[in-house]
């Protein structure tokens, strides 16, 4: 089954969104100024950039023992999709930056 570019919301064939460059993570309240959710979400993104750079280094080194095309194909595929992702968690991350130096309130 084939879906269009465009169709499904930005969303895999299984259902997975992949393409939304801004959506938030299932819980992640933007509205919430709560101490803990702020910490959650700095330590949340804060992780994933770690785990993402570490898929980056991993995936520059086997690339290296691959083809021109093979190694192509990764990078155009794979090292741009986790690429993107990592944008949109720094763009996330950043924003629990200010939302903490706005000053969170106690639960």
Do not use: C
């Not at 309240?29 to 770690?50: F, K, M």
């Not at 023992?65 to 950043?94: G, K």
Request: glycine residues 8%; aromatic residues 6%; charged residues 25%.
């Amino acid at each position: 089954m084939t879906t269009r570019a465009g169709s499904n919301n930005g969303a895999s064939p299984n259902g997975s969104p992949v393409n939304i460059p801004d959506r938030l993570m299932r819980g992640e309240n933007v509205a919430s100024r709560s101490r803990d959710d702020i910490d959650h979400w700095l330590g949340a993104y804060t992780e994933l950039l770690t785990f993402k750079d570490g898929l980056l280094r991993d995936m520059e080194t086997g690339m290296q023992a691959l083809s021109r095309t093979a190694s192509a194909e990764i990078q155009e595929l794979d090292v741009n999709l986790i690429v993107a992702q990592r944008a949109r968690y720094l763009r996330r991350l950043e924003f629990w930056k200010v939302r903490k130096a706005e000053g969170g309130t106690a639960v």
